[in-house]
């Protein structure tokens, strides 16, 4: 188990690279899947989402016994990569992160019930579409 980031049972990436003469583009898949939002490590039960009080299990509407969530959904995210080699020393780039604007998924209980979402797992979808470009200077 991990410091209140859950423990999903999937963690992966694919990525492929398309090549043509000087220019090569790659797209990264990322995948991380769904988790329990049970505490176990404080009691909670992962079989049983409303068995334990809140603070144990997973997060309660407040004042009542109804869990909010038992799990979180899986985390899906895409960056796409441009490279032109222009010559021996020089190469211009440009990346396009979470090209697809995908927004975190929900998780209330992440990070002591602060941010809605799990800043491990979720971090770059937060961030929201990224780009950089730039040249790299080899000599």
């Known amino acids: 188990y991990t410091s209140c980031?859950?423990?999903?049972?999937?963690?992966?990436s694919w990525s492929?690279?398309?090549s043509w003469d000087k220019l090569g583009i790659t797209g990264t898949w990322y995948y991380t899947s769904g988790y329990n939002l049970a505490e176990v490590d404080y009691g909670g039960d992962p079989n049983n989402c409303g068995a334990n009080s809140?603070?144990?299990g997973a997060p309660y509407?407040?004042?009542?016994?109804?869990?909010?969530?038992c799990t979180a959904k899986a985390q899906w995210?895409?960056?796409l990569s441009a490279r032109y080699k222009i010559n021996d020393h020089l190469t211009v780039y440009g990346d396009a992160l979470n090209v697809l604007n995908i927004s975190p998924v929900f998780d209330p209980a992440a990070t002591y019930e602060i941010t809605q979402y799990n800043v491990v797992w979720g971090h770059a979808n937060a961030i929201g579409r990224f780009f950089r470009v730039g040249v790299k200077a080899d000599f």
Do not use: M
């Open 16 to 18: 492929n690279t398309f």
């Open 61 to 69: 509407y407040f004042g009542t016994s109804i869990p909010s969530a």
């Open 77 to 79: 995210n895409f960056d």
């Open 5 to 12: 980031s859950g423990s999903p049972k999937w963690r992966g």
């Open 54 to 56: 809140s603070g144990d």
